[in-house]
């Protein structure tokens, strides 16, 4: 059967960290002029039901530095859209394909279109998780700091696909995570112990104040108030989120050398003030390019 990567729920801790081990030897080899061709004539096929910028391109290049290629399918290839059985879809182009590559509205769908696949299905971003971000934003905090042995992540905003995802992967790698939220928008209490329970989980705190989970974090991040399909909740999210804006006042909770983090797309003076992610401690960017170095990593791994 195809080893699929839906969620970090289905990598273990030592699985998690030779992705990330692999994925920081590409980084040093394509820093100095090397590309490794790991996965030549590899094709990988990118079904997108969502718009994306950071993920595409990365997942495009990334591919593309390993030797292999890709194709983008969207809407018009007919997936979920009722013109055939997922179950033939799936099997059909798994056969043309070496990997799948999935942005979907829902997890479900993913799920399913997994149980038909002969290749691996890697989650690009669905609902409910968004797997591949993390792996990037656990590589840029080792980066920064030379370990991830130490250090606290505090997630200020919803309890979402994004945070649900660095939650799981702080949790399996030994990384105290603390998020903030105001009451209706948090994890429930269902999750909260299962991430506990993982054997390598640190401190896991769940709070409805932004001060408390940011103290002494080394990584404050944080992610927009309404995501895609949460368009007509705009408004009510941003009364509801407005004290947990990330600013200068909030980040002095966090320890001296604490870094800021955000998936990106930002909006400015909404989640977080300009002055925090144009300033000195935002790794924003950085963040951004190691979704390629992390997926390149994953490919490998998983492919290899």
């Not at 990384?175 to 903030?180: E, M, Q, R």
């Not at 925090?276 to 492919?303: C, F, M, P, T, Y």
Request: aromatic share 6%; net charge negative; proline share 3%.
């Amino acid at each position: 059967m195809a080893r699929h990567v839906l969620s970090l729920t289905e990598l273990s801790s030592d699985e998690i960290r030779q992705v990330l081990n692999v994925s920081a030897e590409l980084k040093h080899k394509l820093k100095r002029g090397t590309r490794e061709s790991l996965l030549p004539n590899y094709v990988m096929a990118l079904l997108f039901e969502k718009p994306s910028l950071r993920t595409r391109v990365s997942f495009e290049t990334g591919m593309r530095h390993l030797g292999g290629s890709s194709l983008f399918l969207g809407q018009d290839c007919g997936w979920g859209g009722g013109r055939e059985p997922v179950e033939d879809f799936a099997r059909v182009l798994s056969s043309y394909v070496d990997v799948i590559v999935v942005r979907a509205k829902s997890h479900a769908s993913v799920q399913e279109l997994a149980k038909h696949s002969g290749v691996p299905i890697i989650n690009g971003l669905t609902d409910w998780s968004h797997p591949c971000q993390a792996l990037a934003d656990l590589l840029t905090v080792e980066e920064h700091f030379g370990t991830l042995e130490g250090q606290k992540l505090a997630f200020i905003g919803d309890a979402n696909n994004v945070s649900r995802s660095l939650a799981i992967g702080c949790a399996k790698l030994g990384v105290d995570f603390a998020i903030a939220g105001p009451a209706g928008y948090q994890f429930d209490e269902a999750f909260l112990d299962s991430v506990r329970q993982l054997p390598t989980a640190g401190e896991i705190v769940s709070t409805t104040d932004p001060a408390e989970a940011v103290d002494g974090a080394t990584a404050v991040y944080t992610d927009v108030w309404a995501s895609m399909g949460q368009e007509a909740e705009q408004a009510e999210r941003a009364a509801r989120f407005a004290p947990y804006q990330v600013n200068a006042a909030l980040m002095r909770h966090a320890s001296d050398n604490a870094i800021f983090l955000h998936c990106l797309p930002a909006h400015r003076g909404e989640e977080v003030a300009a002055e925090v992610i144009d300033g000195g401690a935002s790794r924003v960017i950085e963040q951004a390019e190691n979704r390629l170095h992390a997926q390149k990593g994953l490919l490998a791994w998983l492919l290899t």
